[in-house]
């Protein structure tokens, strides 16, 4: 999963300075190392499946991320994130305090409506996630204890920028297929997020 990141991070950052790389620093922003501009972020959320399958056996959990963006004074940028979230669980077979935990690794495109202070954007990609059962000494429920799922997300949102400083608003709804956890149960979710990060 490392590996991966690493190749997403490389790759997104490799096609933006490729891009925009001959655009000239922005007046009045002597932080930036580039008229790019890139920032690393952090932040959480709440985060819960669409299917009746899976929130009938699951309660509405927390989310978190760890996000770099290459482009961020450009209308066209790229985004690589680690993702995970843990949702409690309340199956029949498994123990009360079982937890669904997610792992996993995201890159994105992603358009920047506006290239100010106030940047409106949308976003959309793929993520590789894996899902495993823990804090759970049993399992005889129909619910696999572990599970690799591949996602679409889309994404829309409100990020800040003052001296360097970033605050990251963001809605996402993403789109899971190839997922055999829950049967017969798609595990699609929908997610809100709030971001802090650093502009350079």
């Known amino acids: 999963m490392k590996s991966l990141l690493a190749c997403a991070v490389f790759a997104v950052s490799l096609f933006t300075t490729a891009a925009f790389a001959d655009e000239p620093m922005p007046p009045g922003e002597p932080h930036?190392?580039?008229g790019l501009g890139m920032d690393a972020e952090i932040g959480g959320g709440v985060q819960d499946f669409v299917h009746s399958?899976?929130?009938s056996v699951t309660n509405i959990g927390g989310s978190w991320t760890a996000r770099l963006i290459f482009g961020t004074r450009?209308?066209?940028a790229g985004e690589a994130a680690y993702v995970g979230s843990a949702n409690g669980m309340t199956a029949l077979g498994l123990s009360d305090s079982a937890v669904l935990v997610s792992?996993?690794?995201e890159g994105d495109l992603r358009f920047n409506l506006l290239?100010?202070?106030?940047?409106?954007?949308?976003?959309?990609g793929y993520?590789?996630?894996r899902y495993t059962i823990q804090n759970s000494s049993v399992n005889t429920s129909s619910i696999l204890n572990?599970?690799?799922v591949s996602e679409i997300p889309v994404a829309a949102g409100i990020a800040y920028r003052v001296q360097g400083f970033i605050a990251d608003v963001r809605?996402?709804?993403?789109?899971?297929?190839?997922?055999?956890?829950i049967p017969n149960t798609n595990l699609s979710t929908w997610g809100v997020a709030a971001k802090v990060g650093f502009e350079f």
């Open 103 to 105: 792992n996993g690794v």
């Open 53 to 55: 399958g899976a929130t």
């Open 146 to 148: 572990a599970d690799n």
């Open 127 to 129: 993520i590789f996630r």
């Open 74 to 76: 450009s209308h066209l």
């Open 171 to 181: 809605f996402n709804y993403n789109n899971a297929f190839s997922n055999d956890l």
């Open 32 to 34: 930036l190392v580039s």
């Open 115 to 124: 290239t100010g202070d106030w940047q409106p954007y949308v976003a959309a």
